[in-house]
C-alpha cells in the first residue's frame, strides 16, 4: 500500500494512520485552503500523539491547546519561562544563556529561557484560545517567529533573535522590534507555535507580494522579507497607516487574532474608549519620525 | 480545492442549509455557525468564511464591487486593492464617543480579509430594501459599498454619584451603529464573542437581557434600561444588590452573545435614561 504524505510538512506516513507521525496533522481529513490560496494549519485533535527524536508530544485540548512532552533520555526542548504548566518533579531545568540582555530587554522579548532535559514528562501552554502549529524543521532551514508566540523547539535548533531591519519597521511594525530565529544546522528539529485564533499559511512565489497586519503576522521562512509599507489612508491628523509588505520566495503564516501591546480592551460599557488594533494606527510622533528616520 | 462547506451553504448568509435550527425551550434560536470555508456571494464578488475560532471573512472583490470597514478589522490584502479613507461627518462626535474613527473603503479587483481580536463567530446579516438593523459599537467587521451606515444616541445611561462626585454610565456604549439599504440587496458582516442566539419579539413582548450582550436588534425594538433590585438585602446592601437589565421591547428581532462584561457594583442610580424599576 502507498504511505500516505502529510499536507502540512510532507512526511510520509504508514497506511492506516489518521494523523501525521512527524507533526501530528489529521491524515483523513481534507486540506483546507482559502480561494486565494491561504492553507488552514491542521487543527490538531484533542489528544493527537506525535513523535520527534526518542519523544513525544500529545497536543491536549483544542480551545488553549497543552502540549505535553514526554521527553527521552538524551532529548531536551526550550522555551519561554511563563508556558510552563506543569512537570513532573524529576525534569530538570536550566536556564538558557541566549545573550544579548540589554537588547532583548529593550526589545521586549522574553528574557527568561528556560531549558528542560529528559526523561519526564513537562507541559506547556499559552493563555489565549488559538492553534497549537508544529512546524518539523528539515536541517538548514531558518524561520522568523513574532515574539512570544513561541511555544517550545528541540535542542537541536538554535535559538537567536534578530532586528527587525529597517527603522521603518521598528517604528510601525506590530511585532515589535525583534523576532525570534530558529536555525537548523546539520540536524532537523521541531519548532512548536501559538498562533492567537486561526493560523494561516501561504507560501509565495518568488517577488510575490502580500500585505499583511502587521499584528497578525505569525511566522516567514527567513528568505521572506518583511518591510513596513506606508498606504495612502489617514489615520488622524498627522497619523499614517503601514501594513507590512511580505516578499517571496518562502512561507508566511498568520493568525486571525491578536491583542496589540498598546490597545486599549473593548468595552461597550461604563467606558467609552475606544479599541485600536494592530500597529497601524500610527501616533503623530511616529509618522514625524518616519520622515526623518526611514531607511 | 473544494471545500465541505461550500455546496451546503446559503449563498446569502453562509448558513448551513442542511441542518435543523437548534431552539432552546425559552424561544431563542441558536444562530448556526457558519461552516469552514462556506462561500457567501453578493453583487459579483464572493465572501469566504474560513477558520473556527476566530473566523476570517475573505472577500474576492469584482473589479464594479466595493467594500467598507473599520480599519481594525483588516488582516491582510492583496496588493491591488485599492484602499481609501472612506468620508465621514462628526468625526470629532465619534472620537469622543470611542466608536471607530477610522473608515475605509476598499474597491477591487483582489481579495481583502477581515477578522475581530475574540473567539467567537462571524454573524452575516443580509439585509433587504427598507430593513434596517441597530448595532452595537465594536461588532461590525465590513459591509457592502450599497449599505447606508449612520449613528445614533443609543439613549441608554445612568448616573451614580458618590459624595461629590458623579458618574455616567453608557451600558451599551454612546452611540449604536445603525445599518440600512434602500436599493437592491446589502450584506453586513458581524462579529460576536462566544456564540450568539437570536429572538423574534412579538409586539409588546418584552426580554431582559445583560446590556453588554446585545448584538443587534431591529430597527422596530425599543429599549430602555431595567433596575432590579433583590429581596431580603439591607439598605446598605441593596445598591450592590441591584442588577441592570436592558429590556427590549418587540416587535421585532434581537440578537444576543454568550459573552458579555461582567457587571460591578455601581452604586445608587441619581438620573437615568427612560427606566423601570422593581423591588423584590
Not at chain 1, 532535559?117 to 512546524?135: N, T, W
Request: net charge negative; hydrophobic share 40%.
Amino acid at each position: 500500500m502507498d504511505r500516505i504524505e502529510c499536507q502540512w510538512c510532507k512526511a510520509h506516513n504508514e497506511p492506516g494512520r489518521t494523523s501525521c507521525m512527524t507533526c501530528g496533522a489529521p491524515l483523513d481529513v481534507k486540506y483546507r485552503v482559502s480561494d486565494s490560496g491561504w492553507a488552514e494549519a491542521p487543527r490538531l485533535r484533542d489528544m493527537t500523539e506525535f513523535r520527534f527524536s526518542n519523544s513525544t508530544c500529545q497536543i491536549e485540548g483544542e480551545i488553549v491547546p497543552v502540549a505535553e512532552l514526554a521527553l527521552g533520555q538524551g532529548d531536551a526542548v526550550f522555551f519561554e519561562h511563563q508556558v510552563m504548566l506543569w512537570k513532573e518533579p524529576n525534569v530538570p531545568i536550566s536556564l538558557m544563556n541566549t545573550g544579548g540582555g540589554m537588547k532583548r530587554l529593550l526589545g521586549g522579548m522574553p528574557f527568561i529561557v528556560h531549558f528542560a532535559q529528559g526523561p519526564g514528562r513537562i507541559a506547556l501552554s499559552r493563555d489565549v484560545a488559538g492553534e497549537v502549529v508544529v512546524l518539523p524543521l528539515h536541517p538548514s532551514m531558518e524561520i522568523d517567529v513574532r515574539e512570544h508566540a513561541f511555544l517550545a523547539a528541540t535542542h537541536s535548533v538554535t535559538y537567536s533573535f534578530v532586528r527587525i531591519k529597517g527603522l521603518a519597521n521598528v517604528l510601525h511594525g506590530g511585532s515589535g522590534m525583534y523576532m525570534d530565529r530558529f536555525v537548523t544546522q546539520q540536524w532537523p528539529g521541531l519548532l512548536l507555535l501559538h498562533g492567537y485564533g486561526n493560523v494561516f499559511q501561504k507560501t509565495l512565489q518568488p517577488g510575490e507580494k502580500i500585505l499583511v497586519e502587521p499584528g497578525g503576522f505569525l511566522y516567514k521562512d527567513s528568505s521572506v522579507t518583511m518591510n513596513a509599507v506606508k498606504l495612502n489612508v489617514k489615520t488622524g491628523l498627522m497619523s499614517a497607516m503601514y501594513v507590512a509588505e511580505m516578499t517571496g520566495p518562502g512561507r508566511v503564516g498568520i493568525q486571525s487574532m491578536y491583542v496589540h501591546h498598546g490597545s486599549e480592551p473593548e468595552t461597550s460599557g461604563a467606558s467609552v474608549t475606544s479599541r485600536r488594533r494592530g500597529g497601524w494606527a500610527v501616533s503623530g510622533l511616529g509618522a514625524v519620525a518616519d520622515i526623518f528616520l526611514d531607511e | 480545492m473544494p471545500s465541505e462547506g461550500a455546496d451546503r451553504a446559503c449563498p446569502h448568509c453562509g448558513a448551513p442549509v442542511n441542518v435543523t435550527l437548534r431552539v432552546s425551550d425559552s424561544g431563542w434560536i441558536e444562530q448556526p455557525p457558519i461552516r469552514d470555508m462556506a462561500r457567501i456571494r453578493f453583487s459579483r464578488s464572493t465572501c469566504q468564511i474560513s477558520g473556527a475560532y476566530v473566523p476570517v471573512a475573505e472577500m474576492m472583490l469584482h473589479d464594479d464591487d466595493w467594500v467598507y470597514f473599520s480599519h481594525h478589522a483588516l488582516l491582510h490584502t492583496d496588493p491591488t486593492v485599492r484602499l481609501a479613507n472612506l468620508p465621514m461627518k462628526g468625526g470629532w462626535n465619534r472620537m469622543m464617543a470611542g466608536m471607530p474613527l477610522i473608515m475605509m473603503r476598499a474597491e477591487g479587483p483582489g481579495h481583502i480579509a477581515f477578522s475581530a481580536d475574540k473567539p467567537g463567530e462571524t454573524l452575516a446579516v443580509p439585509l433587504a430594501p427598507g430593513w434596517g438593523v441597530d448595532v452595537v459599537e465594536h461588532r461590525f467587521l465590513v459591509a457592502t459599498g450599497n449599505v447606508g451606515y449612520t449613528w445614533q444616541q443609543a439613549n441608554v445611561w445612568f448616573t451614580t454619584q458618590s459624595g461629590d462626585e458623579q458618574e455616567t454610565h453608557y451600558p451599551l456604549g454612546m452611540y449604536m451603529d445603525r445599518f440600512g439599504v434602500t436599493d437592491g440587496n446589502g450584506l453586513l458582516l458581524l462579529h460576536a464573542h462566544g456564540n450568539t442566539f437570536i429572538r423574534d419579539l412579538r409586539a409588546d413582548q418584552r426580554i431582559l437581557v445583560q446590556p453588554s450582550a446585545l448584538v443587534w436588534k431591529d430597527q422596530a425594538v425599543s429599549m430602555f434600561l431595567h433596575f432590579e433590585y433583590a429581596g431580603n438585602a439591607s439598605w446598605l446592601r441593596s445598591y450592590d444588590a441591584k442588577t441592570t437589565w436592558l429590556a427590549l421591547q418587540g416587535p421585532g428581532r434581537v440578537a444576543i452573545k454568550s459573552v458579555f462584561e461582567r457587571p460591578e457594583p455601581v452604586g445608587p442610580v441619581y438620573r437615568a435614561s427612560p427606566n423601570t424599576r422593581a423591588a423584590w
